[in-house]
């Protein structure tokens, strides 16, 4: 079966940290770009970090730069997002998402609820 399976989320105090996870079943890592996503209550989902299967470079959005920090460890088909000197306003769940290269294949995870709160 084909899936991605985050894990990882939880309630953190701010400027505390968590790691997300995101495990691949069913296809290999190789030849997808993934990419984290999250999505507030009332709010769009937005694009949060994403990295490239083939080079490995990485992307964050303005609002995580300097805080989060997203890798791949190919043998164990994962991609991770540590997350560092968490808001309040990172409070969402995350999703996980992976783009297969020259198709139009794509998989989402199932989401991971991510709370900031004292």
């Known amino acids: 079966q084909v899936q991605l399976v985050e894990s990882g989320g939880g309630l953190v105090q701010p400027g505390g940290s968590l790691r997300l996870s995101c495990a691949a079943s069913?296809?290999?890592?190789?030849?997808?770009?993934i990419g984290w996503f999250r999505q507030a209550p009332g709010k769009e989902r937005e694009g949060v970090s994403c990295?490239?299967?083939?080079?490995?470079?990485?992307f964050y959005a303005d609002s995580v730069k300097g805080r989060f920090t997203i890798s791949r460890d190919i043998p164990k088909n994962t991609v991770y997002l540590q997350m560092n000197n968490l808001k309040p306003e990172d409070t969402a769940v995350y999703y996980c998402h992976g783009r297969e290269l020259g198709t139009w294949n794509e998989y989402w995870g199932q989401g991971a609820q991510v709370t900031v709160s004292s």
């Open positions: 069913g296809f290999t890592l190789d030849y997808y770009d």
């Open positions: 990295i490239s299967s083939s080079d490995g470079s990485t």
